[in-house]
């Protein structure tokens, strides 16, 4: 079945840092693969997401392009700030027919810090 | 926010009671879907609609029943409560303006005594 691994958290990182949070994925065909973010008591919140091998998604200065070669879709951001803390969630939507299910990864917790 | 909310924002309940959960959605969107969000394991999907009166089962769907009579609502009913349930549940809807992509609404907070 499909499946999604984020590397552990909570990630620590002083502001302007840079920013790679992991994501690898197991799929069958050709999944859309989406990054999500959740703020603290809120909703999750798309991010950015991308839908074949290439592609790049983009918003709000964060960055991820999936890669099939090596079936991961790698969150970036070159300078991070305070306001950027939350938790961060891979995910794919699958293929397979049944609603385009989402299948998530267990989350990467960013912490900003002056 | 795709016109989602949820009720109620918080429910404290005790095992073995039902527990029925409100998805209510403005934009006719056809499909919607129940997740639970646990720690260490990111969030699972239940139930997901296509249609009124269509549902179909999710990862973890055991113990949890869905029904929708209206395009607008999809409900999610827990019919003995566990505190294995307890969780955050979130309603999301497939559309917007990104095409093919969930949206999430604000979640309720369930807790199981």
């Known amino acids: 079945g499909n499946s999604v691994t984020q590397m552990e958290g909570p990630v620590t990182l002083s502001e302007e840092a840079f920013l790679t949070i992991n994501c690898t994925y197991t799929a069958t065909g050709y999944p859309s693969l989406f990054w999500y973010v959740q703020y603290p008591g809120e909703g999750l919140q798309l991010l950015l997401k991308a839908t074949k091998a290439d592609d790049k998604g983009s918003n709000k200065g964060f960055e991820a392009t999936y890669r099939k070669e090596t079936t991961s879709f790698h969150l970036e951001k070159g300078s991070v700030q305070v306001s950027d803390s939350a938790v961060y969630f891979c995910?794919?939507?699958?293929?397979?027919?049944?609603?385009?299910?989402?299948?998530f990864g267990t989350g990467t917790q960013l912490k900003v810090e002056l | 926010d795709a016109g989602i909310t949820q009720s109620p924002r918080h429910k404290v309940t005790e095992t073995g009671t039902p527990v029925t959960l409100r998805c209510h959605q403005t934009?006719?969107?056809?499909?919607m879907y129940w997740y639970r969000q646990d720690p260490g394991h990111g969030l699972r999907l239940i139930h997901y609609s296509y249609g009124v009166k269509d549902t179909d089962k999710g990862e973890v769907s055991d113990g949890y029943s869905v029904s929708r009579s209206k395009t607008e609502d999809f409900l999610l009913t827990l019919e003995s409560a566990t505190s294995s349930q307890t969780s955050v549940y979130f309603c999301a809807v497939k559309g917007g303006p990104w095409g093919d992509t969930q949206y999430f609404g604000p979640g309720t907070r369930l807790t199981v005594l």
């Open positions: 934009e006719n969107h056809r499909y």
């Open positions: 995910a794919l939507s699958g293929t397979d027919g049944g609603g385009n299910k989402l299948t």
